[in-house]
């Protein structure tokens, strides 16, 4: 089974708080997913691993460390790509691969419709980023195709999951570690997480 990380961080909560608030804006809302995504960054880059290198301070050699493995991360469009910003702020280099799904109003099932990684993909670390873990069907597809692909070392973040969504996903991919902000209390029955923050899609966006 995949470990389960729930962020307990005051500023994190404090943001999320300000997410949720439905009378926040657009361009605020934008902003926290921003900033929230670069200390969830932190977070989810905690166990990398890093490969020794010399090098000179002004004063005498010394072992310095780099990243070892290349990193992807994959956001879930179109909300995912709200998240995108907060990782290349903290890590410029990284490779940004495009997953599309959507859920069909009716069913809730995720449709797929895109997806675009780098060649490097299968050799690489992969963060799936999407700040809303519903059902998890969405993310559980998102991970089938990552896999179908010749990925195999992959975590998921999100800001907001249900119980339905983290149960499913670590059933369907035990392999995968899950980061998230805030594990809420379930959906509702339209499949919308309860208390969440709503549409994440359309409060980023501005489509309603
Ligand atoms: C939202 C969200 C996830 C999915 C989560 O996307 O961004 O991708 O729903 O739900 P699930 O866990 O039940 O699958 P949505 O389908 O609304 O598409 P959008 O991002 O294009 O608005
Ligand atoms: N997608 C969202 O954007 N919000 C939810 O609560 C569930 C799915």
């Known amino acids: 089974m995949g470990n389960l990380f729930v962020s307990k961080h005051p500023l994190v909560a404090h943001k999320l708080s300000i997410m949720r608030d439905k009378n926040t804006s657009n361009d605020v809302?934008?902003?926290?997913?921003?900033?929230?995504?670069?200390?969830?960054?932190?977070e989810v880059t905690r166990d990398l691993l890093t490969d020794d290198y010399e090098l000179e301070t002004p004063l005498q050699?010394?072992?310095?460390?780099?990243?070892?493995?290349?990193?992807?991360?994959?956001?879930?469009?179109?909300?995912g790509l709200g998240m995108i910003d907060g990782f290349l702020k903290l890590i410029p280099n990284i490779s940004v691969g495009h997953i599309g799904l959507y859920r069909d109003h009716e069913t809730h099932l995720p449709i797929k419709y895109y997806c675009n990684l780098p060649r490097h993909a299968p050799k690489s670390e992969i963060i799936v980023v999407d700040p809303m873990l519903a059902t998890g069907g969405s993310a559980a597809d998102a991970i089938d195709m990552l896999k179908s692909e010749g990925c195999e070392r992959i975590r998921f973040l999100c800001l907001v999951s249900a119980p339905e969504g983290i149960e499913l996903l670590q059933k369907r991919h035990p392999d995968v570690d899950i980061y998230t902000c805030a594990l809420d209390e379930k959906l509702n029955e339209n499949a919308y997480i309860l208390p969440g923050l709503g549409d994440a899609g359309d409060r980023i966006f501005g489509t309603d």
Do not use: H, N, Q, W
Request: hydrophobic fraction near 50%; include cysteine.
């Open 29 to 42: 809302f934008r902003a926290m997913l921003y900033e929230i995504s670069s200390l969830m960054c932190y």
């Open 61 to 79: 050699r010394t072992i310095g460390k780099k990243l070892a493995d290349k990193i992807v991360v994959v956001p879930i469009l179109r909300a």
